[in-house]
T-cell receptor
Framework: DQQVKQNSPSLSVQEGRISILNCDYT??????FLWYKKYPAEGPTFLIS?????DKNEDGRFTVFLNKSAKHLSLHIVPSQPGDSAVYFC????????????FGAGTRLFVKA | KAGVTQTPRYLIKTRGQQVTLSCSPI?????VSWYQQTPGQGLQFLFE???????NKGNFPGRFSGRQFSNSRSEMNVSTLELGDSALYLC?????????????????FGSGTQLSVL
C-alpha cells in the first residue's frame, strides 16, 4: 500500500524552462511534506518543505504547492538548470508516537542544455 | 559537523547469511531512521529510533531488526538474507534537539550501504 505516490518515473525538460514534479498522498495523518534530491552514489539531500497549514512555500528557484483537499503536492523549479538533473523524492511526515516519514518512488529529472 | 556516516559502503553476502550495518548520526542528533531503496520502490521506511527505543517501524518482516546505542549510533541487522534484500540501505538522522514537532522535520542522510545478496 503506497501512501505516497509519484506517478511519473521520469521527466525531461529543456534548460531555462519550468520543471513540475507531482506527488499524491493517501493518508490524512500526514501534516508535513518535504522534497529531497538524490544524485547517484549519494544519500538524498533536503530541498524544500511545507507544513499542512500552508499552501505554498518558496525558496529561490524552488516552490512547493500543497492542495490538501486533493491530497496533492507539486514541486516547481524555475528556471531549470542542467545541475538540477537528479532523482527527486516526495516525502510525507506524521507524528505517530515518533516520527514517521514516508517517501514516494521518485521522479528522475533530466534537464537538457 | 561531520555528516551521517554509514559503514561499510559495500557488502556482498550470500543467501542465508546475516548482515549488520552501522550508522553514526550527526553529532547531537538523537533520532535515527533506516530506509531501504530499491529501483522502482523508492525509499521504504524500516524503523526509527530515539534514545535507544524503537518508536516506529515499517512493514518489513522480523528478519529486519535494529538497535540504537547510548551515543545515538545505530545498527541494523538482517538475518537469513534473501535475494530480494539486495538494495541500498540508507540511514538518516534528524535535526532536533528537543523531541517535539516543529517547522523543521528534515532528515540528513548518509551515503548508504549497498548490499548485494548472491
Amino acid at each position: 500500500d503506497q501512501q505516497v505516490k509519484q506517478n511519473s518515473p521520469s521527466l525531461s525538460v529543456q534548460e531555462g524552462r519550468i520543471s513540475i514534479l507531482n506527488c499524491d498522498y493517501t493518508n490524512s495523518m500526514f501534516d508535513y511534506f518535504l522534497w529531497y534530491k538524490k544524485y547517484p552514489a549519494e544519500g538524498p539531500t533536503f530541498l524544500i518543505s511545507i507544513s499542512s497549514i500552508k499552501d505554498k512555500n518558496e525558496d529561490g528557484r524552488f516552490t512547493v504547492f500543497l492542495n490538501k483537499s486533493a491530497k496533492h503536492l507539486s514541486l516547481h523549479i524555475v528556471p531549470s538548470q542542467p545541475g538540477d538533473s537528479a532523482v527527486y523524492f516526495c516525502a510525507a511526515s506524521a507524528w505517530v508516537g515518533g516520527f514517521k516519514t514516508i517517501f514516494g518512488a521518485g521522479t528522475r529529472l533530466f534537464v537538457k542544455a | 559537523k561531520a555528516g551521517v556516516t554509514q559503514t561499510p559502503r559495500y557488502l556482498i553476502k550470500t543467501r542465508g547469511q546475516q548482515v549488520t550495518l552501522s550508522c553514526s548520526p550527526i553529532s547531537g542528533h538523537r533520532s535515527v531512521s533506516w530506509y531501504q531503496q530499491t529501483p522502482g520502490q523508492g525509499l521504504q521506511f524500516l524503523f526509527e529510533y530515539f534514545s535507544e527505543t524503537q518508536r516506529n517501524k515499517g512493514n518489513f518482516p522480523g528478519r529486519f531488526s535494529g538497535r540504537q546505542f547510548s551515543n545515538s549510533r545505530s545498527e541494523m541487522n538482517v538475518s537469513t538474507l534473501e535475494l530480494g534484500d539486495s538494495a541500498l540501505y540508507l540511514c538518516a538522522s534528524r535535526d532536533r534537539a528537543i523531541d517535539r514537532r516543529g517547522t523543521n522535520e528534515k532528515l540528513f542522510f548518509g551515503s548508504g550501504t549497498q548490499l548485494s545478496v548472491l
